[in-house]
C-alpha cells in the first residue's frame, strides 16, 4: 500500500513514436484507479513504465515520495497481473503462488502461510495441487492474481486481466476484484477498455487518447461533466448523441437550433455561455445520453416544451430498456427508452429531454462549455 506519483511522464519509442505525452496523476494509498481510452492509447506502455518493465523517456516516478525511475522492477515493490495470465504450466496451483516468494527467499513457515492466505481469499483452497491447464479461464485469473497478491505489494497492476473471458465470468470476476480491493485495501492500477469495468470498478478513472491524459475523475462526474467531446463519447452506452447546432440569441434568451428545432437553454447555461465569449450565430456541437430522451406518456406531458420529433429506423429490446434509434431531420439519434414503448422501426415519434442536461462543445477545442 502506497502513494504513487507520476510527474510529467513521457514516453517516446525507439522509433521515435512518442506512445505518453506528460502524463501526471496523484495516486493515493489504496485508491482504485483505472486507466481507460481505445486500444493503442498508452494505457499498457503507462502501466509498464510504473511496474519497470519499459523505461521512462521523462519525467517522474515516485512511490512514497522516492523517485524509482531507475529500480530494477523487482525493487519496485509493484506486482503486475497480465491479460495472459502468465502461469508456469508444469507447476501446480501453489507452485505458481510460491514462486515470486521463493525468488524473494522467503522461510518456508512464511511462504506458506501467504499462499494459504491468498487460497483462502480468492477460494482457490481445494485447487491448490491442480496445474493451469486443468483450471477454467477464471480460476487462472484467480490463480494469476493470488500470485499478485502473495508478495503483499505496494502497488497492484492489472493489465486487462479480464479479456479472455467470457462476458458472464467478467460480470462474476469483477465483483471479486472489488470485493478483492475492499479486503486488502491495497493501491490497485487496472488497464481496461471496457468502460463498464472502468465504471464498476474505479475510485478514479485516467481517461487516455492518443498518448495523452483526457480527463480524471470520478465514475459519477465523468459521466455528468465530462471535459470534452472525447470522453462525453466514450463514457457511457450506447453513446451521447452529438449534433451540429448554432446558437440562437431572441429576446434576451438563449437557444441552439438542431435543422429546425430550436432548443431553448435554462438561464445558468446561457450565462456560462454568453461568459466564455460564445453568441448569436456561433455553430457549436450540442450532445445529449441516449437515457436522457424519453417517450413516455408522463415524460412527454413533463417536458412538452422541449420536444423533436422523428422516424424510428431501428428497434432493440434489452430486457430492462429498449433503445430507438430514431431519424431526426437527417440526424441519427438513439434513445434509450422504456421497455415496453410501443414504438416500432417506420413509426413517428416523439421524444422530450430536459434541457438541463444538454451539453455544448466547442467546435474548435471539443471542450465542453458548460
Ligand atoms: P491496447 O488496448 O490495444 O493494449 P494500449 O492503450 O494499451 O492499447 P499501448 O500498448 O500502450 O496501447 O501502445 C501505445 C502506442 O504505442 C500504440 O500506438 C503502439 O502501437 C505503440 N507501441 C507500443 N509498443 C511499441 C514499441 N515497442 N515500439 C513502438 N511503438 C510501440
Known amino acids: ?27 493515493k494509498d489504496g485508491e482504485f484507479v483505472i486507466f481507460v481510452g481505445p486500444s493503442g492509447c498508452g494505457k499498457s506502455t503507462t502501466l509498464r513504465m510504473i511496474a519497470g518493465l519499459e523505461d521512462i523517456s521523462g519525467g517522474d516516478l515516485m512511490i512514497d515520495g522516492k523517485r524509482v525511475n531507475d529500480e530494477e522492477p523487482k525493487d519496485r515493490d509493484i506486482a503486475m497481473v497480465f491479460q495472459s495470465y502468465a502461469l508456469y504450466p508444469h507447476m501446480t496451483v501453489r507452485q505458481n503462488m510460491e514462486f515470486p516468494l521463493k525468488i524473494a527467499k522467503l522461510p518456508q513457515s512464511e511462504i506458506d502461510q501467504r499462499v494459504d492466505e491468498a ?47 467470457d462476458a458472464k465470468l467478467r460480470g462474476q470476476m469483477r465483483v471479486e476484484i472489488s470485493r478483492l480491493h475492499e479486503k486488502l485495501n491495497s493501491t490497485i492500477i487496472y488497464v481496461t477498455h471496457d468502460q463498464t469495468e472502468a465504471m464498476t470498478l474505479g475510485d478514479r478513472i485516467v481517461v487516455m487518447s492518443d498518448g495523452e491524459v483526457q480527463q480524471i475523475d470520478t465514475p459519477q462526474n465523468l459521466y455528468d461533466s465530462p471535459a470534452n467531446k472525447f470522453v462525453a463519447g466514450f463514457i457511457g452506452a ?28 435554462p438561464k445558468e447555461k446561457a450565462d456560462i455561455l454568453r461568459k466564455k465569449g460564445f453568441g448569436d450565430g456561433r455553430d457549436v456541437t450540442i450532445g445529449i445520453r441516449p437515457e436522457d430522451l424519453w417517450d413516455s406518456p408522463e415524460m412527454l406531458e413533463k417536458f412538452k416544451d422541449s420536444t423533436v420529433h422523428g422516424t424510428v429506423e431501428v428497434y432493440e429490446m434489452l430486457g430492462s430498456t429498449s433503445n430507438l434509434y430514431v431519424d431526426i431531420d437527417g440526424h441519427q439519434v438513439t434513445a434509450t427508452v422504456e421497455p415496453d414503448t410501443k414504438k416500432r422501426v417506420g413509426d413517428t415519434v416523439t421524444l422530450a429531454f430536459d434541457n438541463n442536461k444538454i451539453h455544448v462543445f466547442d467546435n474548435d477545442t471539443n471542450e465542453n462549455l458548460l
Open 119 to 165: 487460497a483462502k481469499t480468492l477460494g482457490l483452497e481445494s485447487l491448490l495441487d491442480r496445474k493451469p491447464k486443468a483450471l477454467s479461464g477464471g480460476q487462472r485469473q484467480r490463480v494469476a492474481m493470488g500470485r499478485a497478491i502473495v508478495r503483499h505489494p505496494k502497488v497492484l497492476l492489472m493489465d486487462e486481466p479480464l479479456s479472455n473471458l
Open 238 to 265: 450506447p453513446q451521447m448523441n452529438f449534433m451540429d447546432a448554432t446558437i440562437t440569441e431572441k429576446n434576451g434568451e438563449m437557444f441552439v437550433k438542431v435543422s429546425d428545432h430550436l432548443v431553448k437553454l
Open 1 to 27: 500500500m502506497s502513494d504513487l506519483n507520476l510527474k510529467h511522464i513521457n514516453k517516446t519509442y525507439p522509433n521515435g513514436f512518442v506512445a505518453v505525452k506528460d502524463f501526471n496523476l496523484d495516486i
